[in-house]
């Protein structure tokens, strides 16, 4: 699960960089704002991508979507933007916990037929 969720987040990096160029054009915000703002947002992503094996890390990405889609109403583009990496971000989760169970039976009859050594 670890790697398809960092993989989503450091996806969202890049776009709320991007997202962050989009932004300067508007009048009503500062670049200052824009790049601080942005920069927040693009250091949680990265930072995220090391707790998500964490107590509450999957709840962290999620309030983390939650945030990139309202910031639709800043760069119209975000709505669609932030609900596909929604999408990924359930689809990483999803798929990611159903590997590392296929993975953690694996191990097991691996260890089961492995006799010990001894």
Do not use: N
């Not at 704002?33 to 930072?47: A, E, K, R």
Request: aromatic letters at 12%.
């Amino acid at each position: 699960m670890r790697m398809l969720c960092a993989s989503t987040l450091i996806g969202e990096f890049f776009v709320i960089g991007f997202a962050g160029l989009v932004a300067m054009k508007s009048d009503g915000l500062s670049t200052a704002t824009v790049w601080t703002v942005c920069g927040i947002g693009m250091v949680l992503s990265v930072l995220l991508c090391g707790l998500i094996t964490r107590p509450g890390g999957v709840q962290l990405g999620w309030a983390f979507q939650i945030a990139l889609v309202l910031s639709g109403f800043f760069v119209p583009a975000m709505f669609v933007l932030g609900l596909a990496f929604g999408a990924l971000w359930w689809a990483s989760v999803h798929y990611g916990r159903k590997i590392d169970e296929a993975k953690a039976r694996w191990a097991a009859q691996e260890a089961a037929q492995t006799p010990a050594a001894g």
